[in-house]
């Protein structure tokens, strides 16, 4: 069954929408306010996803394997993923279960959103980082939130098993931490 009302719809909507609306400034010189309406019928439709209660799910909005977005989820670790990433949302990535025997590249990224990464303390750390317009927060207990930030745990080698993480945050928290 094909759904009427769903995302690609609404957007060759407004194309469509933008397209006639021009096309009536122009030929007739009528003053319209295209920018605004769009913007408009925009927040109509975000209203309805959110009163119909699937924005967080479907084409816009999914949470799937090592990403979540619209949503509140934690993340399972898969050892054949190395990106994970929380969009428009909140995610805690559990790497506890995690033996690693070769050194292991994790990629996250969290944009205007919230993530926590749980790293377990026996194990050999590094974070590269950048934050823009956001908060990096450590296992050392610095908070950065414009620029780099780089920690490395003692006892760690890049050549040796261990975990480096790569960590970008854009308008949004993360939180990286041990246990």
């Given at each position: 069954?094909?759904?009427?009302?769903?995302?690609?719809?609404?957007?060759?909507?407004?194309?469509?929408?933008?397209?006639?609306?021009?096309?009536?400034?122009?030929?007739?010189?009528?003053?319209?306010?295209?920018?605004?309406?769009?913007?408009?019928?925009?927040?109509?439709?975000?209203?309805?996803?959110?009163?119909?209660?699937?924005?967080?799910?479907?084409?816009?909005?999914h949470s799937g394997p090592g990403n979540v977005m619209f949503d509140e989820?934690?993340?399972?670790?898969?050892?054949?993923?190395?990106?994970?990433?929380?969009?428009?949302?909140?995610?805690?990535?559990?790497?506890?279960?995690?033996?690693?025997?070769?050194?292991?590249?994790?990629?996250?990224?969290?944009?205007?959103?919230?993530?926590?990464?749980?790293?377990?303390?026996?194990?050999?750390?590094?974070?590269?980082?950048?934050?823009t317009f956001a908060q990096l927060n450590g296992p050392d207990l610095r908070?950065?939130?414009?620029?780099?930030?780089?920690?490395?745990?003692?006892?760690?080698?890049?050549?040796?098993?261990?975990?480096?993480?790569?960590?970008?945050?854009?308008?949004?928290?993360?939180?990286?931490?041990?246990?």
């Open positions: 069954m094909k759904k009427i009302f769903s995302g690609s719809f609404a957007l060759g909507g407004i194309v469509v929408l933008i397209g006639i609306l021009l096309l009536i400034k122009n030929i007739f010189n009528i003053h319209i306010p295209v920018f605004t309406l769009v913007f408009s019928f925009g927040l109509i439709y975000l209203g309805i996803l959110l009163i119909r209660g699937n924005l967080g799910k479907g084409r816009f909005g989820q934690t993340i399972r670790f898969n050892p054949g993923q190395s990106s994970y990433s929380v969009l428009f949302g909140s995610g805690a990535l559990n790497l506890q279960e995690i033996k690693p025997e070769a050194p292991l590249h994790i990629h996250v990224d969290c944009t205007f959103g919230e993530m926590q990464v749980v790293v377990p303390r026996d194990i050999p750390l590094q974070v590269l980082g950048s934050s908070k950065i939130s414009f620029g780099d930030y780089n920690y490395i745990s003692a006892g760690f080698n890049p050549s040796l098993p261990g975990i480096t993480l790569h960590a970008r945050v854009l308008f949004g928290e993360m939180r990286v931490f041990y246990i």
